[in-house]
């Protein structure tokens, strides 16, 4: 049996997908995966002995500014996207059972997968993601900011761009391909019956009329590699230190500057994250200690907090973890969302905007490390569950044979 997953994003978005691969692979199951080119994402996928079939452009290429392309850019980035996806995954998919895709940008994938007359599999990460009354769509960037307030009548606009973005793309290559026009591109993607891969205590998705989502649990693997002797020498030489990183996101200037200022007013040390920005310390001071890419599961346990700018894996892993959460939300994708999850569990803070004042990340952090909100991070963590993935891959196999 052979599957192919698909997705284009930042760490993120392929880090799930390499745990479902994991569970498929002990359960015979051969794996190829088409992702970003990025050197990272290959020598990933190489370790774990699956085949990366790249598709689209670098993302770090893509993140490389101090903002997002402009909206003209993405438009045509995704519009490339799109035709090369239709290049590539009818080769990708020759052989396989099922095509498994996660995010609102494969958009051929559906396509692909009737075209060969395989299996489609649809997942998000985020409940945001998915259609619903009970709460508004997620940022997209480069479209319009929609000025209805209904969340029936946001997720009508939202589908609106989607169509305008890319259905006389998607209709067009599959005419070439003798398949019908489809009306309504982001549900077509989407399907009926879309699987969400989020923890169902941190992130539950709600009944919703006309949409079968299946939630299995986020897809995580657990991590083994050990802690750099460097940082556990600067963790062992004081009380928890508070960890502040975003990832691949580039966040507002001055964050770090910012963050380090108001966590210092309240006593703690600071672990600073470079990640793809390659943010930086203010200063020599001995309270504070750079980073690189870290096993986050293994450090989250031996931190007072976790700033972060909402990304659905890093939510999951410091709540795991049983730490609290400040969550300085870039206004994109699921970041509000998870941002919102935060404050709504009362496990953490999330002051306002992308550009947080020392004053309310001050405020937010008193919040963060008072007691009772690490009582409560830390009940949360033991209700989390860690076999999403193997919940998929069980379930895939189940539905194919």
Request: glycine share 8%; proline share 8%; with cysteine.
């Amino acid at each position: 049996m052979r599957v192919l997953l698909s997705t284009y994003g930042t760490r993120g978005d392929v880090e799930p997908l390499v745990a479902l691969a994991v569970r498929l692979r002990a359960l015979g199951v051969e794996v190829r995966m088409c992702a970003p080119p990025d050197e990272e994402f290959a020598e990933r996928l190489a370790g774990i002995g699956v085949q990366l079939v790249p598709v689209g452009p670098p993302v770090r290429e893509l993140m490389r500014g101090t903002g997002l392309p402009s909206a003209a850019e993405l438009s045509r980035y995704r519009t490339e996207l799109v035709d090369a996806q239709f290049d590539i995954l009818p080769t990708a998919a020759d052989g396989c059972d099922a095509l498994v895709v996660a995010g609102l940008a494969q958009i051929a994938a559906r396509s692909v997968a009737e075209a060969a007359g395989i299996r489609y599999v649809y997942t998000s990460y985020s409940a945001v993601n998915l259609p619903s009354p009970h709460h508004a769509p997620p940022p997209r960037a480069g479209w319009p900011e929609p000025e209805a307030s209904d969340n029936r009548t946001l997720w009508e606009l939202d589908a609106h761009h989607v169509n305008a973005q890319f259905a006389e793309t998607l209709n067009g290559h599959r005419a070439s391909i003798g398949l019908p026009p489809v009306d309504n591109v982001r549900d077509h993607v989407f399907t009926g019956r879309p699987w969400l891969a989020a923890d169902p205590v941190l992130g539950p998705w709600r009944a919703t009329p006309g949409l079968d989502v299946i939630q299995t649990g986020a897809w995580t693997l657990a991590d083994e590699r050990p802690l750099p002797a460097e940082l556990v020498t600067f963790l062992d030489a004081g009380a928890p230190p508070v960890y502040v990183g975003f990832g691949s996101m580039r966040p507002s200037p001055d964050i770090v500057r910012r963050a380090i200022e108001a966590i210092r007013a309240q006593g703690h040390r600071v672990l600073v994250s470079r990640g793809w920005a390659d943010l930086d310390l203010v200063d020599d001071r001995d309270d504070c200690f750079a980073i690189g890419e870290i096993n986050q599961q293994c450090l989250f346990g031996r931190v007072a907090a976790v700033v972060h700018h909402g990304g659905a894996g890093t939510t999951l892993t410091a709540a795991r973890a049983g730490v609290p959460q400040v969550v300085v939300a870039l206004q994109l994708a699921d970041n509000p969302y998870w941002a919102g999850r935060v404050a709504d569990l009362d496990i953490g803070a999330a002051p306002d905007g992308p550009a947080p004042t020392v004053e309310s990340l001050g405020v937010a952090f008193k919040t963060a490390l008072a007691p009772e909100t690490r009582a409560r991070a830390k009940a949360l963590g033991t209700r989390i569950r860690t076999d999403g993935a193997t919940v998929a891959a069980n379930r895939l196999l189940d539905t194919l044979r």
